[in-house]
């Protein structure tokens, strides 16, 4: 049985920083393109940032380039969200997931992935 666990979220001043960690199990997870999303009450999931398998390709939602990165320890089962400079728009529930890579396309939208965690909370106060 798969289970994706996040952890990490808090409240967190504008300016701070939150790292965001997310275990897998139940899978091997160097084989999976791994990713963080977001959902702010009112608003759709949207994808935050993706990395596939090896850790070589990444993809980053333009509100967070430059001030997010994304990682894995493919050793540990572990996927790192670490978010920098935060904004009160960072506010949201953010979720990890995971899906088989099988091909060499790499997507970072909601409908490509398979399994999920529950999330965990960030929240970002002026």
């Known amino acids: 049985q798969v289970q994706v666990v996040e952890s990490g979220g808090g409240l967190v001043q504008a300016g701070g920083s939150l790292r965001l960690s997310c275990t897998a199990s139940?899978?091997?997870?160097?084989?999976?393109?791994v990713g963080w999303f977001r959902q702010a009450p009112g608003k759709e999931r949207e994808g935050v940032s993706c990395?596939?398998?090896?850790?070589?390709?990444?993809y980053y939602a333009d509100s967070v380039k430059g001030r997010f990165t994304i990682s894995r320890d493919n050793a540990k089962n572990t996927l790192y969200l670490q978010m920098n400079s935060l904004k009160p728009v960072d506010t949201a529930m953010y979720f990890c997931?995971?899906?088989?890579?099988?091909?060499?396309?790499?997507?970072?939208?909601?409908?490509?992935?398979?399994?999920w965690g529950q999330g965990t909370q960030v929240t970002v106060s002026s």
């Open positions: 990395i596939r398998r090896s850790g070589g390709v990444t």
């Open positions: 139940g899978l091997t997870f160097d084989g999976y393109t």
């Open positions: 997931a995971a899906v088989l890579t099988t091909t060499t396309n790499f997507y970072c939208t909601e409908r490509a992935y398979k399994y």
